[in-house]
């Protein structure tokens, strides 16, 4: 697709500078931080899918590098002499299909399989089946090797690049979708101890902290607030869920054609968190950031409001409580949610977390856009 504008992650201080995205700089920086060669990498991948020839996706994550079978090669066998060195064979060799990426992650972004395990157990469709391969290239920078289900759709960055006279119809759809997989883990919270939960109170508290000190005055009443009624967040009957860690553009999958989300990728954050952490999905799917700044879709007071309708019906379904019945604990969720996953951005190649501070004007903008819309709304 078109170029695109991201977040340099390696500046360490001031704000991240914006730097023009391509898919050709994506990979050459990818590979300058590992021993392993893109060739090496794309005749492991066609090994692996039993195919002559493999293609990269159009869009790199920044800490993997992902390819698929190309479109020539779909469903073809490769021939004997393709197979790569000796000692280097990936164990897990299935038959060639169009279905099947492998993807290629660095160290820190390594994917937990008791993750994407239990995130296909909740979500369904809309998670991928994903099978680690092995490590490759050597101990000082290895990369991890996944074969992974290719779920079907286009980014939702692509999604809302391609306007149509039916573009306000597929929205309704993606909000829907959205409210039902946010439902889902409301509906499947995670049986953990009460001593775990003290664990990661006290790792958000710090995190809230941290950004006390970075933040400008503006914010300091919602990060006090946020300070003071963490605790409502960690009562027993509050769920708690498997979160994705980065609910963005970029790793919500949709339909061009209707509009349904296919699919939510990339759960190398993910962690256990109240519900509600990651529902800044839902601001991004209804507004979007651009170099002058936020901009809400035309539709957007109708889309939250079908968001909401579709999720207190779909948490009514179950024996459990209604969201509905915490609508001010998910409100303050949400919040907590966007001060701890927009306050930091990665530095030091993805190893560390960085608090925004007053020069950071990207960072401290999403704030500015968020925070004051981190609010449900009562079904119609």
Avoid at 53 to 63: H, L, M, N, T, Y
Avoid at 175 to 193: G, K
Wanted: aromatic letters at 10%; proline letters at 4%; glycine letters at 8%.
């Amino acid at each position: 697709m078109a170029e695109m504008t991201k977040a340099d992650a390696e500046v360490e201080d001031g704000e991240p500078e914006m730097e023009t995205y391509t898919v050709e700089s994506a990979v050459r920086t990818f590979f300058e931080k590992t021993s392993v060669t893109r060739e090496f990498c794309d005749a492991f991948a066609r090994d692996t899918l039993g195919v002559a020839s493999v293609e990269r996706i159009p869009i790199q994550g920044a800490f993997s590098y992902t390819v698929r079978a190309s479109a020539d090669d779909a469903g073809s066998k490769k021939g004997d002499e393709d197979v790569i060195e000796e000692g280097v064979t990936p164990t897990f060799k299935p038959d060639a299909t169009a279905t099947t990426i492998v993807q290629f992650r660095q160290n820190q972004s390594r994917l937990d399989m008791g993750v994407t395990k239990r995130a296909k157990e909740i979500h369904g469709r809309m998670a991928a089946e994903t099978t680690y391969l092995r490590d490759v290239g050597d101990e000082g920078a290895p990369l991890a090797a996944y074969r992974i289900e290719k779920l079907p759709g286009v980014t939702h960055l692509e999604f809302r690049c391609g306007e149509d006279d039916f573009q306000a119809a597929k929205r309704v759809k993606t909000v829907e979708d959205l409210a039902r997989f946010f439902a889902d883990s409301w509906r499947n919270p995670e049986p953990i101890t009460q001593a775990e939960r003290a664990t990661i109170q006290a790792r958000l508290r710090d995190g809230l902290s941290a950004l006390t000190l970075s933040l400008p005055q503006r914010f300091q009443d919602s990060l006090k607030g946020a300070r003071d009624d963490l605790h409502k967040l960690f009562a027993p009957e509050y769920p708690m869920v498997l979160t994705h860690g980065d609910m963005g553009d970029l790793n919500m999958l949709v339909s061009p054609e209707t509009g349904h989300i296919t699919g939510i990728i990339d759960w190398a954050e993910a962690e256990v968190l109240p519900f509600g952490f990651a529902l800044y999905g839902l601001q991004h799917t209804v507004s979007w950031s651009l170099s002058d700044g936020w901009h809400d879709v035309e539709d957007r007071a109708y889309l939250e409001q079908t968001f909401w309708d579709h999720f207190w019906e779909f948490t009514e379904r179950n024996s459990g409580p209604s969201g509905q019945d915490f609508q001010q604990t998910i409100e303050l969720a949400w919040r907590v949610g966007v001060l701890l996953r927009h306050g930091f951005y990665w530095v030091l190649d993805g190893t560390v977390k960085k608090a925004v501070n007053e020069n950071d004007k990207r960072g401290l903008a999403c704030l500015d856009a968020l925070l004051p819309t981190c609010k449900t709304k009562r079904r119609d």
